[in-house]
């Protein structure tokens, strides 16, 4: 892979006529290190937020060797990189054929379900195995995430409490997991969540061994900073101390997010500029899909190699590349005001669901992919460039 000193390097040498999903795999191995040092548990990377290789060898060379996986393709992509990892197969709907081969074909031992029938179909496929790990998934509030996981996945009430039971009688370790939603800007939000389970698990009088606090961890992006992450990992720790109902428990959390927004940039070109809009070669169908469905504003930097005086910064609105009038990303993006056709931009903080949402859409969404070695934008873990429009925006903020 093509490696550069910088992003403005990359864009200078090579005039990309694609966009370029650019790679800081060092800012994803010095996250996951955070976590493993910080969280007083077992660290399991969440997968779906960035399955490239790269990040994944990352993630591993921090000493993280729990992956939680949601598919089959993803299961397999952690076996062929990290031989001896221990595979949660965390999604709570399965299919027949996937429960079967992640048990038998890849050794996954750790399953999440949130319905009695999707248990019974786990010990179906596995033969009725002794050496299950199971953890219900646990519905709670995402009152305080930017991203909301609720309504989708969780058993709640009565319907948890005899789920509980059940798999107890399945398992011979048995979990309890809950997802506060992604993006979490509140510590206390984690607190809640357990709470709620402290509860159930009272109520149903099981013994739980695994106590997984699920992913929701945050990163900084210009209009949103949340505490700082040890915050969050002091609640946890205090709240997982304080739950009555657990003896010899252990602590689990999945941290996608958190992981590899940093490790991510994404550069793209400026086609055509009207007014104060800017046609770009990517968008709500590529890697800046969360900057479109979301309104998630991403740090933006022009790239020139000019660096007279600071410009002046002003807002413009971004359209994506396809035909689809959804194809709009509301920002407000600050750039400066003598943007024109054929400036680079790069939007940091892509590394977590970005490129991993991009579609094929309109024949577009073929991208370059480089390693850069320049810091991210924006960084909860220390080095960060400064960045004008985040120092503006902050500015208007405060
Ligand atoms: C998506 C997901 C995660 C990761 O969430 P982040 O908010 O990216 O940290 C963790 N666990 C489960 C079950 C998920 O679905």
């Not at 320049?374 to 960060?384: F, T």
């Amino acid at each position: 892979m093509d490696r550069h000193q910088s992003a403005l390097a990359l864009v200078l040498a090579d005039q990309p006529e694609l966009p370029v999903h650019c790679l800081r795999p060092g800012a994803a191995k010095k996250a996951a290190e955070f976590f493993v040092r910080s969280f007083p548990g077992d660290v399991l990377y969440a997968v779906k937020a960035n399955p490239h290789p790269l990040i994944i060898d990352a993630v591993y060379a921090a000493g993280v060797r729990s992956f939680d996986a949601a598919s089959l393709n993803e299961i397999e992509t952690v076996a062929s990189r990290c031989p001896d990892a221990r595979i949660a197969f965390m999604h709570p709907v399965k299919s027949r054929q996937a429960i079967r081969k992640a048990y038998f074909d890849f050794g996954a031992r750790i399953f999440s379900l949130d319905s009695l029938d999707e248990l019974d179909k786990i010990i179906k496929e596995t033969n009725g195995a002794k050496d299950l790990h199971l953890v219900v998934r646990i519905a709670v509030s995402s009152d305080y995430a930017q991203h909301k996981l609720n309504g989708k996945f969780g058993a709640s009430g009565q319907e948890a409490v005899l789920l509980l039971r059940q798999a107890r009688a399945a398992s011979e370790e048995l979990g309890v997991s809950f997802h506060v939603g992604s993006q979490c800007m509140r510590p206390e939000a984690y607190r809640a969540a357990m709470e709620i389970v402290s509860d159930l698990i009272r109520q149903a009088q099981v013994t739980v061994d695994i106590v997984d606090v699920g992913g929701g961890f945050p990163v900084a992006y210009p209009q949103l900073s949340p505490p700082p992450l040890r915050t969050y990992i002091e609640e946890i720790a205090a709240a997982f101390e304080s739950m009555p109902v657990l003896e010899n428990a252990d602590l689990w959390c999945e941290p996608g997010r958190a992981i590899c927004a940093e490790a991510g940039s994404h550069i793209v070109r400026v086609e055509l500029r009207k007014g104060d809009a800017l046609y770009l070669n990517d968008g709500a169908y590529g890697a800046l899909f969360d900057a479109a469905h979301d309104g998630l504003v991403y740090p933006t930097r022009l790239l020139r190699a000019k660096k007279g005086p600071r410009r002046v910064l002003k807002p413009f609105r971004l359209y994506g590349p396809t035909c689809d009038s959804i194809d709009t990303l509301k920002g407000p993006f600050l750039l400066p005001s003598d943007v024109h056709e054929g400036d680079y931009i790069e939007f940091g903080q892509t590394g977590a669901y970005g490129a991993a949402l991009a579609t094929r859409f309109n024949g577009f969404g073929e991208y370059v992919e480089a390693v850069v070695e320049d810091a991210p934008m924006m960084s909860m873990y220390g080095e960060a460039l400064e960045v004008e429009n985040v120092v503006a925006l902050k500015t208007a903020r405060a």
